[in-house]
């Protein structure tokens, strides 16, 4: 099993573009949920969603959309790209919405200029 | 220009010492403790978690403890492994919403 995967790794974007970061977990979790960590600031929760068809806004969800493709994929998009955005982005999953054991992908470094 | 880093605590300890990292949370409604370690490049890795009527649990080298009168949890890494470098994080949730909330994360080095 692959586990969590998220593309890409890296990404750099300009002020106003736009991009979607891919996940997918291959684990047939129910839940799925997206972070961005920035330096000294740990892991903020942007949007997760409990189970297919569902999603809700976490911690700080202004600037970015998802989609719950299906059961085992969870885009995040950004549509006007902002310097503020420039972070890693992690994608977990959970086998249930009260699960506290959460799978973390690799990460999707991105700079916006 | 200036190098703005990433300023954590940071614990530095020899091979085979044992390791205290400490986390203090704020919400007295949270009923569930983890613990998560990540290394450089990585996604945070589970090590432990503590339901909040528990005092006390161990894993493989690892002890979790939970203080909820003062609201403080700790990570206690027996025999630490220079392995065991990495930045560690605490996260508490409340099962009514069942999202976790991160700590800001302590890193451990290890000297061997």
């Known amino acids: 099993n692959a586990g969590v995967t998220q593309t890409p790794k890296f990404q750099v974007l300009k002020t106003g573009q736009s991009m979607t970061l891919q996940c997918a977990q291959d684990m047939n979790h129910n839940s799925m949920y997206w972070y961005r960590q920035d330096p000294g600031m740990g892991l903020r929760l942007i949007y997760y969603s409990a189970s297919e068809g569902t999603t809700d806004k976490g911690e700080v969800p202004n600037g970015y959309n998802v989609s719950r493709l299906n059961k085992r994929e969870f885009s995040l998009r950004l549509e006007s790209a902002a310097p503020s955005q420039t972070s890693v982005y992690f994608c977990a999953s959970s086998q249930r919405h009260n699960s506290y054991e959460q799978y973390f992908g690799p990460g999707t470094r991105l700079t916006v200029t | 220009g200036e190098n703005v880093g990433l300023h954590l605590p940071t614990l530095s300890v020899q091979e085979g010492d044992n390791s205290i990292i400490n986390c203090a949370y704020s919400?007295?409604?949270?009923?569930?403790f983890i613990w998560y370690k990540q290394e450089s490049g990585k996604g945070p890795q589970f090590i432990i978690d503590?339901?909040?009527?528990?005092d006390k649990r161990q894993g493989q080298r690892v002890t979790v403890l939970l203080n909820k009168t003062v609201k403080h949890l700790s990570l206690q890494i027996a025999a630490t492994q220079p392995g065991d470098s990495a930045v560690y994080f605490c996260a508490d949730s409340n099962s009514g919403y069942s999202t976790l909330t991160f700590g800001k994360g302590t890193m451990l080095l290890v000297s061997p």
């Open positions: 919400n007295s409604a949270s009923d569930y």
């Open positions: 503590i339901r909040s009527n528990m």
